[in-house]
């Protein structure tokens, strides 16, 4: 059983920070791509920041230079921090993990995609 829980929002002034994390619960599986997707009222879900099993971060171009992601892999945890934040930040952010496991004695594999419940981030002009 994969679970995906996130944490830290909440409500923060225009201009401050906060920190989001996203952790990956279960076993018998490694995390691929691991990242954060953002959806505002009446807007669609939209790219934040993910980073490859490699580590290398992609990011939305609204939140560049602004927000940073990391990951422990170790704890198959991500998190994102948000500095510099602004009213059209405020949204519920949802953590997006791919998780690959291996299915026979030959070694294939399959993937899939899993969401978190998300965590609301408010941001008060």
């Known amino acids: 059983q994969v679970q995906v829980v996130e944490s830290g929002g909440g409500l923060v002034q225009s201009g401050g920070s906060l920190r989001l994390s996203c952790v990956v619960h279960?076993?018998?599986?490694?995390?691929?791509?691991m990242g954060w997707y953002r959806q505002a009222p009446g807007q669609e879900r939209d790219l934040v920041a993910v980073m490859t099993r490699g580590g290398v971060a992609n990011y939305g171009d609204s939140v560049k230079g602004r927000f940073t992601i990391s990951r422990d892999y170790a704890k198959n945890t991500v998190y994102l921090q948000m500095n510099s934040l602004k009213p059209e930040d405020t949204a519920i952010y949802y953590c997006n993990a791919e998780i690959e496991r291996v299915v026979n004695v030959e070694g294939a594999k399959v993937t899939k995609v899993y969401w978190g419940q998300g965590t609301l981030v408010t941001v008060s002009s």
């Open positions: 279960g076993s018998g599986f490694s995390v691929n791509t």
